[in-house]
Structures are given as structure tokens and as C-alpha cells.
């Protein structure tokens, strides 16, 4: 899969999910200080999965239409990386195939997806 890991999410989450051998573009990395237009707008136009902590990503998509390939917004009280990654992990290994264009919202707790496919 192609993600797109925003800064805040930092880029250890990057690297875990390269080294999984998925194609990770990291904001922290290669373009911080980008706004969330212009994540979103790059994450749609080379088809990348954006993986976030900022809920604004959520008034882009449901409030302003803005056109995605599918956004993980990590809603998690524990921030350290180790955290985002085994998050990540289990997203991956139980709905790798419900993560494609839609709006996904992880909690220690749960997973909410929310899109075109409302099958949870």
C-alpha cells in the first residue's frame, strides 16, 4: 500500500511502514511545515493512504468534500510512536481491505471506518 504519514504522526511510523514493504511518503521528513490542503491534495493525486493525529483532516473530507484515497486519523491518548505503530499493525492485519477510500478512526479501543464502504 502507499501511505502518506503526516509530521504529526512522526516518522518512526514512516519507517516501520517501509520496512513492512509498503511505500511510505513522510511529511516530517521530506515536507515539513506542509499544510493540510496540500497533504491531502498530494495523498489523492499519487493515491496514498494519509496516516494523521489531526482531526482537521475529518472537516476536509465531511465538511468540505475534499477528495481522498482513504485517511487513518489516530485517536490515541498514548502518542509514543511504539503506540501509532502497534495501532497501525493491528489496522493493517485485520482491515487491510477496508482501508482503501475510506475515513478510518482508531482508538486504543476501537476502530471506526467510516466512507463509501460502511460494512463495520
Not at 511510505?24 to 499544510?35: K, N, T
Not at 494523521?52 to 475534499?66: A, I, Q, S
Not at 477528495?67 to 492485519?93: C, F, S, T, V, Y
Request: charged share 35%.
Amino acid at each position: 500500500m502507499k501511505f502518506l504519514v503526516d509530521e504529526c504522526t512522526g516518522p518512526k511510523a514512516a519507517h516501520w511502514l517501509s520496512e513492512k514493504g509498503h511505500d511510505a511518503f513522510s511529511v516530517y521528513e521530506e515536507a515539513r511545515g506542509a499544510d493540510d490542503d496540500w497533504i491531502i491534495n498530494k495523498a489523492n493525486t499519487e493515491n496514498r493512504i494519509i496516516i494523521t493525529v489531526d482531526k482537521d483532516f475529518g472537516e476536509l473530507v465531511f465538511r468540505k468534500g475534499k477528495p481522498h484515497k482513504g485517511i487513518i486519523l489516530l485517536r490515541l491518548e498514548n502518542q509514543r510512536a511504539e503506540n501509532k505503530i502497534n495501532k497501525i499493525d493491528d489496522l493493517l492485519k485485520q482491515y487491510s481491505d477496508k482501508i482503501k477510500d475510506n475515513f478510518i478512526a482508531v482508538t486504543e479501543d476501537a476502530i471506526r471506518i467510516a466512507g463509501k464502504n460502511k460494512k463495520q
